[in-house]
């Protein structure tokens, strides 16, 4: 089950595509003492600095984008990646934090050379995408791209999605006999779907492979919603501004807060709750955002 709320997710996006990489060691010589003078011996080895108490990494879901390495600056602490399937490039924060591996070996960030390419663990630091982990691989793993559908065309199978995390348009080859599921909130009929629900404005989540002339292939794509589609809510209001139309809602069957809009003179009883009222709340989604049409105190 994913997470309805489009307004975080609009232009959404992960990839992945793989490449073998040669990681350069360094060695280091320690001074041959001279015996014949006591007081040259052997420097005893520096004390490390003790490790800063780190802050545990930025909590929530995350997701795999993937590229070749352009760019790793260590004064912005900041890796440069030429996303798979686009000429465009995304800026990828890291620090202490951040675990950089070659076919399961961990290097340092800074090992990370141009046009390696890597597939990136990553979540959101605020509004800025966090490097989770790193990995150089030689096999093919799957990717994530999650976010709109910009379009679909029957014939060639060619599907365009906008990610909702590098805010580019991602090309995906979707083979003849790809699954395709619909999940999502209570509301929403859940079970096998088709190319039909691949309609502009869906919003999905695509798993696949790298493929031929830098698209992906898809393995498999989850609807979560449609445009015209209905889910019920229950919850405790967070947020109601009633001067731009926005509802937060804490749902308490998954411990998160979505974000709704509504009409106030089209809910006649939202005039009487406040932050803090449990509600049950049916929204329809038009393709953008997500409308309240009825909303129940409970």
Same mark, same amino acid.
């Given at each position: 089950m994913s997470s309805p709320q489009v307004q975080g997710m609009i232009r959404t996006f992960a990839v992945v595509m793989l490449s073998s990489v040669a990681v350069a060691q360094n060695s280091q010589q320690i001074p041959t003492p001279n015996p014949g003078n006591p007081a040259d011996? /052997? *420097? =005893? *080895? =520096? +004390? =490390?600095p003790p490790a800063k108490n780190l802050p545990p990494p930025p909590p929530g879901k995350s997701t795999v984008i993937g590229g070749a390495i352009a760019r790793v600056d260590p004064v912005r602490d900041e890796i440069t990646l030429r996303l798979f399937g686009s000429n465009d490039t995304m800026k990828v924060f890291y620090d202490?934090?951040?675990? +950089?591996?070659v076919n399961g070996k961990r290097i340092g960030v800074l090992d990370l050379r141009p046009e390696n390419h890597a597939s990136v663990e990553t979540t959101l630091d605020g509004t800025r995408v966090f490097a989770l982990r790193i990995h150089v691989l030689t096999t093919l793993p799957e990717g994530d791209c999650r976010g709109l559908v910009e379009s679909y065309d029957p014939g060639s199978g060619r599907l365009v999605v906008a990610s909702s995390l590098s805010h580019e348009s991602v090309h995906i080859d979707v083979p003849s006999g790809t699954q395709i599921v619909r999940v999502g909130q209570q509301g929403f009929a859940s079970g096998q779907s088709g190319t039909s629900d691949l309609v502009r404005g869906s919003l999905v989540d695509v798993k696949f492979q790298a493929g031929q002339k830098g698209r992906g292939v898809a393995t498999h794509i989850d609807v979560m919603a449609t445009p015209g589609s209905q889910f019920t809510f229950d919850g405790q /209001?967070?947020?109601?501004?009633?001067?731009?139309?926005?509802?937060?809602l804490l749902d308490t069957r998954e411990n998160q807060t979505f974000e709704f809009h509504f009409d106030p003179y089209r809910l006649h009883n939202i005039r009487e709750l406040h932050e803090g009222s449990k509600v049950r709340l049916t929204a329809e989604y038009d393709g953008s955002q997500y409308q309240v049409v009825d909303l129940t105190p409970e």
């Open positions: 011996s /052997i *420097p =005893a *080895p =520096a +004390v =490390a202490e934090r951040t675990q +950089v591996y /209001i967070s947020m109601l501004d009633f001067s731009s139309g926005h509802l937060g």
